[in-house]
């Protein structure tokens, strides 16, 4: 069962611009998290933001969520080249007994 | 280090001969999980562990058996595998299902 669409399938960017990553989901969430995954690598988690939060920064990333729209977005400012990697939302829906439903996730491509 | 730690990382086997995918947390965490990637798919959860001796399907469990003895570990084993089997698998350990999850290096395996 998908819970979370991340949009878009893919994002190809120059070293230094911004990159916006979107993700839906279907039901009520307690939180939200986001994943990185380096070519055939384990994911890495990044960051997680709970259902009554509607930003979180880390560093050069930045996580809104809309409960009401029912989405969130990963924003990676002065991107580098080192960020090329597939990025993955995860939910847990309220109910599920916690566990995280990831997306298909996003291959962003940094170019130097 | 906190660390997963799966093996093989790589496996090619033939249909039907048993073969067993360990994985094992250092991190006293409750909740593991095992997850398939497949491309076009996303991950997909096979099974979940939330506590010693307490195991459960997750999306995809067909063809798939866990235990979970021990805390620390938590073997994936494939009775008579088959080429539709051939995926990428990760293991994932955080102290509760919803919270951040820490991946294992992933164990390509190969069904021929």
């Known amino acids: 069962s998908q819970q979370g669409e991340e949009d878009p399938q893919a994002l190809s960017i120059q070293e230094g611009e911004n990159a916006t990553m979107n993700c839906s989901y279907k039901t009520s969430i307690n939180n939200l998290q986001w994943y990185r995954q380096n070519s055939g690598r384990g994911l890495v988690h990044l960051i997680l933001i709970r259902s009554n939060e509607r930003e979180k920064h880390s560093g050069r990333l930045r996580v809104t969520l809309d409960t009401s729209k029912k989405s969130s977005s990963l924003l990676i400012t002065a991107s580098r080249a080192a960020d090329t990697a597939s990025y993955f939302c995860?939910?847990?829906?309220?109910?599920?007994?916690?566990?995280?439903?990831f997306g298909k996730g996003t291959k962003l491509s940094v170019k130097p | 280090e906190a660390q997963v730690t799966q093996n093989p990382r790589y496996l090619i086997t033939v249909t039907g001969k048993k073969l067993t995918v360990t994985c094992s947390q250092n991190?006293?965490?409750?909740?593991m999980s095992w997850y398939r990637q497949d491309p076009g798919l996303g991950l997909r959860q096979i099974y979940y562990?939330?506590?010693?001796?307490?195991?459960d399907k997750g999306d995809v469990p067909e063809g798939y058996k866990v235990s979970r003895k021990e805390k620390r570990n938590f073997p994936l084993i494939l009775e008579s595998p088959s080429p539709n089997q051939t995926s990428l698998y990760f293991c994932?350990?955080?102290?509760?299902?919803?919270?951040?999850?820490?991946f294992g290096q992933g164990t390509r395996l190969t069904v021929v």
């Open positions: 994932a350990s955080s102290q509760f299902g919803n919270t951040e999850a820490f």
């Open positions: 562990s939330m506590n010693v001796e307490v195991t």
């Open positions: 995860a939910t847990d829906g309220v109910g599920s007994q916690g566990n995280l439903i």
């Open positions: 991190m006293n965490h409750e909740y």
